[in-house]
């Protein structure tokens, strides 16, 4: 059987894909408003972590995989990490979801090989940081606090993976970046409200 490929027409529809159907959550958070804070946040990440190291290319690299990294989700939907994690160590290097993810959008695998590892893992920071600040905002309950809890976790993991494989830069800059995000998310707003 022979998957379709995704098409320009399948992103235009990523505002109406939705992610997080396995937390509770005031609202639904969609496909598109991922990638779009995904990207924003890969590229406040990368210009701070890297520094000079970093050349136009590589961000413009960065911003664009970063844009689209969820785009198998168009036609897979928003899999659960744990049922993705269960499937990986169940199938081994025969992973289904890896292989129907290429046959539908083999660019996005090309993407993914080409740009550097240290810039994947800005990638993968900003990611967790999204759901982070998504499930922190909008999660419901108490599975929600515990999913924080997970991510927070993993994000540390993450870190400290990439400060290990690319010590040279300056990781740390990612908790910098959460505790703002976190802990002035409507000041601006609430700054201009008070003139």
């Not at 098409?7 to 894909?17: N, P």
Request: proline share 4%; aromatic share 6%; net charge negative.
């Amino acid at each position: 059987m022979t998957l379709p490929k995704l098409t320009l027409a399948d992103l235009a529809r990523s505002g109406h894909v939705t992610r997080w159907h396995s937390v509770r959550s005031s609202r639904d958070q969609t496909l598109a408003e991922h990638h779009y804070m995904v990207t924003r946040i890969s590229n406040k990440l990368a210009k701070e972590i890297f520094g000079p190291d970093l050349t136009d290319t590589h961000l413009l690299q960065i911003m664009e995989y970063a844009s689209l990294h969820d785009t198998p989700e168009l036609l897979m939907g928003d899999l659960p990490s744990p049922l993705k994690r269960h499937i990986e160590s169940i199938s081994g290097t025969q992973n289904p979801i890896e292989q129907i993810e290429q046959e539908i959008a083999p660019w996005l695998g090309h993407m993914k090989k080409t740009l550097r590892k240290e810039h994947l893992c800005v990638v993968k920071i900003a990611d967790i940081i999204d759901a982070l600040l998504f499930i922190t905002e909008e999660g419901i309950g108490s599975h929600a606090k515990k999913v924080v809890q997970l991510l927070r976790r993993t994000l540390d993991e993450k870190i400290e993976e990439c400060k290990r494989d690319f010590p040279a830069y300056n990781w740390m800059y990612t908790i910098e970046l959460l505790n703002e995000v976190l802990q002035n998310d409507d000041k601006s707003k609430i700054d201009f409200e008070s003139v």
